[in-house]
Antibody, heavy 122, light 109 residues
């Protein structure tokens, strides 16, 4: 049973950056993409973008295009999401998710990490 | 830009009752790339339905999805205590068309 395990909670200053990791246990990603979804406190879900293993192709949501970088270390089955120029609006739980469909960053998300709380505060 | 509108925002029901949740798209989704998720407090969402009507792995058959075009429905035939949660629909047409609805909270009446 594949599991996604994320790094711990972070508290960041405004204008700084955060890097969240997501390690796959119980299997490999193969050709299934990893996407990132965030959820502000009490709010809904927002897709940020994703990356496809092997080919390394990324797709970013337009609202994050200039501030997000998603990478994969296939030797350790770990995905990373870096978000820069943080503001209080970036305070949220960040989830890594596995895409059900092969070779896509979009699709139904069939496996979710436990979430990483990122708090941006001075 | 496609918008997904879920209704109602809150649905107060009792265990054993049936639930009907609506997800309406502002444009025809064409390919029925529509999923439903369940989220309980403090937990990550869980995939219930994909392709508008296909149950995900290990999802009980009291959950069913239907619809096409612009109107989609998640039906829970008989609510179990563990079904009280927030439900989100999602369209995943492409990397530029991946959006979530605002959610419906199924509450205990």
């Amino acid at each position: 049973q594949v599991q996604l395990v994320q790094s711990g909670a972070e508290v960041k200053m405004p204008q700084s950056s955060v890097n969240v990791s997501c390690k796959t246990f119980g299997g490999t990603l193969g050709t299934r993409g990893i996407s990132w979804v965030r959820q502000a406190p009490g709010q809904g879900l927002e897709w940020m973008g994703g990356i496809i293993p092997i080919i390394g192709s990324t797709n970013y949501a337009q609202s994050f295009q200039d501030r997000v970088t998603m990478t994969l270390d296939e030797s350790t089955n770990t995905a990373y999401m870096e978000l820069t120029s943080l503001t209080s609006d970036d305070t949220a739980v960040y989830y890594c998710v596995r895409v059900r469909d092969l070779l896509r960053t979009w699709g139904p998300f069939d496996i979710w990490g436990q979430g990483t709380m990122v708090t941006v505060s001075s | 830009e496609i918008v997904l509108t879920q209704s109602p925002s809150t649905l107060p029901l009792s265990p054993g009752e049936g639930a009907t949740l609506s997800c309406r798209a502002s444009q025809n989704l064409g390919n029925n790339y529509l999923a439903w998720y369940q989220q309980k407090p403090g937990q990550a969402p869980r995939l219930l339905i994909h392709g508008a009507s296909r149950r995900a792995t290990d999802i009980p058959d009291r959950f069913s999805g239907s619809g096409s075009g612009t109107d989609f429905t998640l039906t829970i035939s008989r609510l179990e205590p563990e079904d009280f949660a927030v439900y989100y629909c999602q369209h995943y047409g492409s990397s530029s068309r991946l959006i979530f609805g605002g959610g419906t909270k199924v509450d205990i009446k």
